[in-house]
């Protein structure tokens, strides 16, 4: 390699050259790349939004099947009779669904519950306002 290069001596034209239509191919290269990038962005998204929305549904699913959900109608649970059907009241359904010995149970048990007696003087005392 010579070492006495003079830059005096090239003066003001180019020493290098660049090959025919490399600024045509360049640009050319670039906007495919840009495009296939805009594309992989989108297919990320897509694959994004499409797990997203597959787990929501697994999810719902899931819940659905180990909560579901208790129906009050009294035909749909299995009782079957038109006449406990037309009951408005859930206390009387299950009134009517106990047994006799059950029931005496229970009204032995009411007749000595204390709380019992004190709930219901103080729901007198409301309804007579």
Do not use: H
């Amino acid at each position: 390699m010579n070492k006495d290069f003079d830059f005096n001596e090239v003066g003001k034209r180019m020493p290098f050259r660049t090959p025919e239509g490399f600024f045509e191919k360049m640009q050319a290269e670039t906007m495919a790349r840009i495009k296939a990038e805009k594309r992989r962005k989108k297919l990320y998204r897509l694959k994004i939004g499409i797990t997203a929305v597959l787990s929501a549904a697994a999810i719902w699913c899931g819940v659905m099947f180990f909560f579901p959900t208790q129906s009050s109608d009294p035909v749909q649970q299995g009782i079957g009779n038109e006449w406990l059907a037309n009951v408005e009241d859930p206390m009387e359904l299950y009134l009517q669904q106990m047994s006799d010995e059950e029931l005496e149970a229970w009204i032995e048990f009411s007749e000595n519950d204390i709380y019992y007696e004190l709930m219901n003087e103080n729901v007198g005392d409301y309804e007579e306002d």
